[in-house]
């Protein structure tokens, strides 16, 4: 069966902080993607990023960046230099298979706080 | 880039009323559509699963007589809580899928429905 897990429950931290938010999944497909979406206060998802079970290759946006790691079925975030509005919630999630007619399986959320 | 609109944004009203969300890809046709119920501090649960011009999969443990799902056209899809109760109150939100194969989903803003 598929699972998402996001251990930590909320995080604060001080601007300018680096944060990583951990993940870690469970599926028995071999083909599948990875997701980390942003959920602010207003309550709307925002895409951050999709990863196919293919790509380990680390990715860097900005101050976003994601490592993928198969041997331990992780799929971790990293903000560097947190800012305030970086204040979220934020799901990492999962879908079997490699048709977006998948279902996405949402982990708990990490609730970050960024604190001026 | 992709849009789905979904209205109303909110919703109040009184215990036994129904209510009807709609879900809308403004400029892609949408053959699939998810709907997903979130509780206050919770992640997002598949709720089920709308094609267009057949009957909606529902998961388990969602009744299908409480939500109807309708998805008569390739751009929209509405969801309707029948006599709806203060335990569905909850933030509802679509996702739409553009074409087939590995295209990503996208989501709308969300409904935040309040049954007093």
């Known amino acids: 069966a598929q699972k998402v897990t996001q251990a930590q429950t909320e995080i604060s931290v001080v601007e300018k902080e680096d944060v990583t938010l951990d993940c870690v999944y469970e599926?028995?497909?071999?083909?599948?993607?990875l997701f980390w979406y942003k959920q602010p206060p207003s309550g709307e998802l925002v895409f951050l990023i999709r990863r196919n079970s293919f790509d380990e290759q680390n990715e860097i946006s900005g101050r976003y960046s994601w490592n993928f790691q198969k041997s331990t079925s992780s799929f971790n975030f990293t903000i560097t230099a947190s800012q305030v509005v970086d204040s979220a919630v934020y799901f990492c999630a999962l879908s079997e298979g490699y048709s977006s007619a998948s279902k996405i399986i949402f982990g708990s959320g990490t609730r970050l706080s960024i604190r001026p | 880039g992709a849009v789905v609109s979904q209205h109303p944004s909110r919703v109040i009203c009184k215990s036994g009323t129904s209510v009807k969300i709609e879900c809308r890809s403004l400029?892609?046709?949408?053959?699939?559509m998810f709907w997903y119920r979130q509780f206050p501090k919770q992640s997002l649960m598949l709720m089920a699963t709308?094609?267009?011009?057949?009957?909606?999969?529902?998961e388990q443990g969602v009744e299908k007589d409480k939500f109807l799902i309708n998805h008569a056209s390739l751009t929209l899809s509405t969801l309707t809580v029948t006599s709806a109760h203060p335990e569905d109150s909850s933030f509802y939100i679509c996702?739409?899928?553009?074409?087939?194969?590995?295209?990503?989903?996208?989501f709308g803003d969300g409904t935040r429905l309040s049954i007093l």
């Open positions: 400029d892609f046709q949408a053959t699939t």
């Open positions: 996702s739409a899928m553009q074409g087939g194969g590995n295209q990503p989903q996208h």
């Open positions: 599926t028995r497909d071999t083909t599948y993607y």
């Open positions: 709308s094609n267009e011009g057949s009957k909606a999969t529902y």
